[in-house]
């Protein structure tokens, strides 16, 4: 897909209701957790929702998990890429997979080539069937049908639910959050998000009102006062 393609369906793109709730979700637990993205980021000039994303599509977001292909990374890796790791922390499995995918030496982070270089962590199956990936556009017009239910074995109805990765940072783009990317362009109407505050618990304010003399007896007598 030329990069041209990209900006055509990520500017074209309208996300679905109903994906509304599941998109607050990922949006939380990313935030929650951002310090893992923005670590491994800063290391190589590179956007940290890149790592946020590919860590949602590969494993949840589960921090015990890394974004190679899902597996705890304080184990060696059984399925591809294989015999990888055991790694000392997320960080690590995280820089074992930029190098091993030649990320380091990507100079243009561009929305475009970021999306393109989702789509090729992720593989390329879905492009040679000319489908728009999921692993990008699940949640917007962009995706309907077609994927695989297990590694090798495609069928063309069945149907990715889990948000993707251009879904998400469209999602962060029209809510006013920086994402790293420079070229997202300006959304009308979008605003930063600010997420509402529990309110505090209100203080119990004792009465400062004389007490009766029998309920001051009382009290002494029960050992009160």
């Known amino acids: 897909m030329s990069l041209d393609k990209y900006r055509q369906l990520y500017n074209s793109m309208n996300i679905r209701p109903d994906y509304d709730d599941d998109l607050t979700l990922v949006r939380r637990k990313i935030l929650n957790q951002k310090h893992l993205y923005t670590g491994v980021a800063a290391k190589f000039n590179i956007p940290w929702i890149f790592f946020a994303v590919a860590h949602w599509k590969e494993a949840s ?22 015999g990888r790791g055991p790694y000392s922390n997320w960080e690590e499995a ?76 469209r999602h962060f783009h029209l809510l006013g959050i920086d994402t790293g990317i420079a070229n997202l362009g300006t959304v009308m109407g979008s605003t930063p998000i600010v997420e509402p505050e529990v309110p505090p618990a209100k203080e119990v304010v004792k009465s400062k009102l004389p007490l009766p003399s029998w309920l001051k007896r009382f009290l002494r007598y029960i050992k009160v006062l």
């Not at 921090?63 to 591809?80: A, D, F, S």
């Not at 970021?114 to 917007?140: H, K, V």
Request: hydrophobic content about 30%; charged content about 20%; aromatic content about 10%.
């Open 61 to 82: 977001l589960r921090p015990e998990k890394q974004i190679l292909n899902g597996q705890n990374w304080n184990q060696t890796t059984t399925i591809v890429p294989k």
């Open 94 to 169: 995280a820089i074992d997979g930029v190098l091993r995918k030649g990320l380091h030496k990507i100079k243009d982070w561009s929305l475009e080539n970021t999306l393109n270089t989702l789509e090729s962590w992720n593989g390329r199956g879905y492009e040679r069937r000319g489908i728009n990936t999921p692993y990008l556009w699940c949640g917007c017009q962009h995706y309907t049908s077609g994927g695989y239910p297990r590694d090798g074995v495609f069928s063309s109805t069945h149907v990715i639910k889990n948000v993707g990765c251009a879904v998400i940072i």
